[in-house]
């Protein structure tokens, strides 16, 4: 048993950092490098569901909580963007003077396949045309891949409330041959943030929009703070 519990421990911690690549420390001497900042266009908000569930589960858990899902549709999450300027303005501190604000529109996983290295240490997206267009030499991207609530079920019961989530890929591409100097995953765990108060007061839900906003506030510092000060020995 104690040789499973290591087994088990060690799958979970390189499972864990297999998303996990820190910035190196000769990165911050460059000061002269071409850095651009973009964001991914924002995915739509969504119940999203985790648990055990049928067909029938599915489809009764999404017919009641449709009121829910057409008020998140109506949130905006635009104010994530600040989290560029945020990143520019302490590159700027350190030195950096050639930082760009790139706008993308798009979605990362739109973007066409890279047909260069490939592996756990190269981006799997192009990004020659970012890289021509605002002549970068690296790129940091803020991949958004879901917001809105989380909550899990078995069968078409949930086991509890649900929780605001934000979740986002953090990246720094270096642009001459895709590889990551900088790539943070965050996990659903990461990524959430409990509801103060009632959270099913139709049709505004604004405990659940506030803890959406909240749960957003804490991935940009989350962000910042694996970016800027978290080393690979922490």
Known sequence: ??????????????????????VPQDFW??????????????PEAGA??????????????????????????????????EI?????????????????????????????????????KYCIRDLSVVKEKYDLDYLILFDIKKFGTLREYYGFIP????????????????LADNEYFWLVKMDEEESVKDVVGEWDEEPDYPNLTRAIKDAMVSTQVFLEEYFFEKKEDE
């Open 1 to 22: 048993m104690k040789i499973l519990s290591f087994l088990l421990l060690a799958f979970l911690f390189i499972s864990c950092s297999s998303t996990r690549i820190f």
């Open 29 to 42: 001497n460059q000061t002269n490098l071409k850095i651009g900042i973009a964001a991914s266009s924002l």
């Open 48 to 81: 999203f569901k985790e648990g055990s569930q049928g067909l029938l589960d599915v489809a009764i858990n999404s017919a009641m909580s449709s009121s829910l899902e057409d008020h998140l549709q109506t949130l905006d999450a635009t104010d994530f963007y």
């Open 84 to 120: 560029k300027e945020i990143f520019k303005d302490r590159l700027n501190k350190k030195g950096f003077n050639n930082v760009k604000i790139v706008d993308m529109s798009v979605t990362f996983d739109s973007l066409p396949v890279y047909k260069g290295k490939r592996g756990k």
């Open 159 to 174: 086991l509890g409330s649900p929780q605001a989530l934000f979740m986002v890929n953090g990246m720094l591409i270096n």
